[in-house]
């Protein structure tokens, strides 16, 4: 019988990175919530800034849980399924589920081992945020061709 190794990213990592984004948001003077989330979606470390809008850090929670659970970035889901209007609509409707800039899956290699998901700033401020922190870490937001 073969068994299967599921990979996820590593929990001290993970809180050096929602730390680092935090970092990163301090620096632009910008309010966040940072999540990484292991590939099943779960929670495995969570950050934010003083002052950050309260919706922030659920969104945040949603992003990294659908950009882990699809292993595409939130916004590239919406262009995905957007083509179709009764697919969008469908996973609009569906709990978790978010389009909003600033959930990106984390790849070590071809394996997504988790997601970043950044919110409470400007899209392209989280999107700036979330791309930085996984490149600084030595991950990839998309999966090698």
Known sequence: MKSIVR??????????????????????????CAVVCDPGGHLVALARTNNVMVPAIQYAIDKAWTAANFSIS??????????????????SNRDRVLFFPGGYPIFEGS????????????DQD??????????KFGFTPERPA
């Open 7 to 32: 990979s996820e990213i590593d929990s001290s990592v993970a809180h050096e990175m929602v730390g680092s984004a935090v970092q990163l948001a301090t620096e632009k003077s910008v309010h966040v």
């Open 126 to 135: 989280d999107i700036d945020i979330v791309l930085a922190t996984i490149e």
């Open 111 to 122: 394996n997504c081992i988790g997601g970043l998901g950044v919110s409470g700033a400007a």
């Open 74 to 91: 939130t916004v590239g889901l919406y262009e995905r399924v957007s083509v179709k209007p009764a697919v969008a609509m469908g996973f």
